[in-house]
């Protein structure tokens, strides 16, 4: 079984960093097989996949955030990480860590293909 633990959120303001972390608990042969991804969901908005980092340590991003945020993986501790740099209003949502066996469902980054999902932390980002 895999289990997935969010933290970091937190307000900030626009311009500022955050690092969120995802605790992966389940078999270390199971961490590296993932691909593992971030998502958010804003208030009256549709979830959208953020970030993404598949077995093969390739990364895909969405638009919206390319050169500000960094999805990394510390294979040791079993931790996925998700740096945010300048912060803006729109980054404003819960973030969720995902992860699923690696079947490239990084390309895509939709929700519906990863099972296993953290409980989410928010971010608040002021104007």
């Known amino acids: 079984q895999v289990q997935l633990v969010e933290s970091g959120g937190d307000s900030v303001q626009a311009g500022g960093s955050l690092r969120l972390s995802c605790t992966f608990y389940g078999y270390t042969y199971s961490w590296s097989s993932m691909d593992m991804g971030w998502f958010r969901q804003a208030p009256g908005k549709e979830r959208e996949g953020v970030t993404c980092?598949?077995?093969?340590?390739?990364?895909n991003y969405t638009d919206s955030v390319k050169g500000r945020f960094t999805i990394s993986k510390d294979s040791a501790k079993n931790i996925l990480y998700l740096q945010m740099n300048s912060l803006k209003p729109e980054d404003t949502a819960m973030y969720y860590c995902a992860a699923d066996f690696s079947l490239r469902r990084c390309a895509l980054m939709r929700g519906a293909d990863f099972r296993y999902w953290g409980q989410g932390t928010r971010v608040t980002v002021s104007s």
């Open positions: 980092i598949d077995s093969y340590a390739s990364t």
